[in-house]
């Protein structure tokens, strides 16, 4: 570190490095210095486009006005996700943002849906949010400031969907209007301190050389410095979550964009469908040693419900974390620092938690302590491990025995802490959130219930009220949702009255 300023150099310009460089320009202030080299021949993944309700606070850290990120992304709004023949063939089911139903006290709603359900007296799970309601529906609206805590409306949550070379480009600018410098070139080599191996500087084509403090790892796949040159090492874990490899083709928009993402279970996988104002991404997930990619592209262009824009591009990925994504003065954020399949759109929120975690352990001038480095490495296993486990849920509990890649799912090993979830929840209905973990407990319900683990039983506390009146509670929410959905406009309506384009 130099005079109380630290130089920090981001590697890479995809949505992790422009994420990284916009909060820290937004944030950091006289404390750093940024440069950020990139380069163009080499290119970004491009390809991810759903994010989850957390990128609010990300947004709002940088201090965006919604309505003109959604105008210059291209975007539309995200209520949730639809899985489609995930448990079965045929069956659906939604996993909704925000809340669900009513809670009484300490007893969440669905302890008071599982008994209804168990006595054939409740509609399915989905009837009773808003948010899963308004997404089938197509409708989409904000929650309003002023509605008391006991509307519906004041429950919904959602995220975005965007143009990934958009959102990249849109955050460009706002980091370089913050002082950021970008330099456009390819990193040859990177130079190390032979006495403690830090990097000192990267060395570029045109023999440009970038001297650096701390430097970001944002590069993709490659992990140039925090594999290439650190030598983290990557812990797979392919034997719990298979597919990798991914064939993407974006199709022309054809009706109004859904306010939600589908996934749509596939012999070997499975395929996204996200829109956005002018097209929809598309793509299938896949595992190769069940599929061919000749296969992949044929069954993700006969699947397409507008005219493919591209030919299919194959994409390739070990599912797993680097061991240490933070290694002496270098910190891997993105792609850089592991990968779990889009499933529930979770690594552009692991970038985002990345920097807020590096934010939160930054180092002050000259300080790279093993007790930040290690803190920081503990807390992103953590939740990498919880996304894991939530993820292997959906493949898991499936009933599923049409191909052997969903055989193999049905029946493989899972981790220990994935089963005791499931255990618990199937005894009761109940489940702990541990802090800092990603998803809440609506999410893991609604996966849960979604792929066909009943609970057998519900929360004693529940009895304390009459049947009669749960039949009337469960009966009384399912309206009250319905009708707040009534008030809600159409998605399409919504972006056009309230986010331009420019
Ligand atoms: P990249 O976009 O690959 O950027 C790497 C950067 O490093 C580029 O700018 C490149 O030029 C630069 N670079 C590399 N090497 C060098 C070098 N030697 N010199 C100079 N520069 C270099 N996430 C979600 O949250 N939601 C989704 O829906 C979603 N869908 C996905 C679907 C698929 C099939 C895949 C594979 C990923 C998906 N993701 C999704 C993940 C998401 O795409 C990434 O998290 C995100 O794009 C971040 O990528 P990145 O910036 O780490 O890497």
């Known amino acids: 570190m130099s005079n109380g300023t630290t130089k920090i150099v981001i590697v890479g310009g995809g949505t992790a490095g422009w994420m990284a460089a916009s909060a820290f320009s937004r944030t950091l202030g006289q404390h750093a210095s940024i440069r950020l080299v990139e380069s163009e021949e080499i290119g970004i993944v491009g390809v991810g486009e759903a994010t989850v309700p957390h990128i609010k606070a990300f947004n709002q850290l940088l201090g965006l006005n919604e309505a003109q990120f959604v105008a210059r992304t291209q975007g539309t709004f995200k209520l949730g996700i639809e899985f489609r023949d995930w448990r079965r063939k045929g069956d659906t ?75 990249a480009r849109f955050l460009r600018q706002f980091a370089e209007e913050r002082g950021v410098r970008r330099t456009e070139g390819k990193v040859r080599e990177v130079e190390t301190n032979p006495e403690n191996g830090y990097v000192t500087a990267v060395r570029l084509e045109n023999g440009d050389r970038v001297e650096g403090d701390l430097f970001i790892d944002c590069t993709g796949f490659r992990g140039l410095l925090i594999e290439g040159t650190c030598q983290s090492g990557y812990e797979d874990w392919s034997h719990w979550l298979p597919c990798d490899r991914a064939m993407a083709v974006p199709c022309a928009k054809v009706g109004p964009p859904t306010p939600y993402t589908r996934s749509t279970a596939r012999e070997a996988g499975w395929q996204w469908r996200i829109p956005l104002q002018h097209r929809t991404g598309n793509g299938y997930v896949y595992s190769s040693q069940y599929l061919s990619d000749d296969e992949a592209a044929a069954t993700v262009l006969g699947n397409l419900d507008g005219v493919a824009l591209a030919d299919p591009k194959p994409l390739r990925f070990t599912t797993g974390i680097r061991r240490k994504a933070w290694m002496r003065n270098v910190v891997a954020l993105g792609l850089s620092s592991g990968f779990m399949e889009p499933l529930e759109s979770t690594s552009i929120h692991m970038i985002q938690s990345g920097i807020s975690r590096l934010l939160q352990l930054f180092p002050a001038t000259g300080d790279i302590d093993p007790v930040l480095v290690d803190r920081y490495n503990e807390q992103s296993r953590f939740e990498a491990e919880r996304i894991r486990d939530f993820l292997i849920l959906h493949y898991k509990a499936t009933e599923r025995d049409d191909s052997a890649f969903w055989n193999h799912c049905r029946t493989m090993p899972i981790p220990e802490s994935l089963q005791a979830n499931i255990d618990l929840f199937r005894h009761s209905g109940r489940f702990f959130r541990n802090a800092e973990e990603m998803f809440g407990l609506v999410s893991w319900v609604q996966v849960m219930v979604g792929q066909g683990i009943m609970p057998t039983g519900y929360h004693p506390l529940v009895d304390q009220m009459p049947d009669a009146d749960l039949v009337k509670f469960l009966a009384s929410v399912r309206e009250v949702v319905s009708k707040n959905v009534d008030l809600m406009p159409a998605h399409e309506q919504f972006i056009a009255r309230e986010c331009p384009a420019p």
Do not use: C
């Open 93 to 167: 089911y939604v996993h909704g943002f925000g809340s669900m139903g009513h809670d009484i006290g300490l007893v969440p709603f669905h302890q008071y849906w599982i008994k209804g359900r168990l006595r054939g007296e409740a509609a399915d799970l989905l009837d009773y949010s808003v948010n899963t309601v308004a997404a089938m529906r197509g409708k989409f609206m904000p929650a309003p400031v002023d509605v008391p805590p006991s509307n519906p409306l004041g429950s919904i949550a959602y995220a975005y969907h965007f143009d990934a070379a958009l959102y």
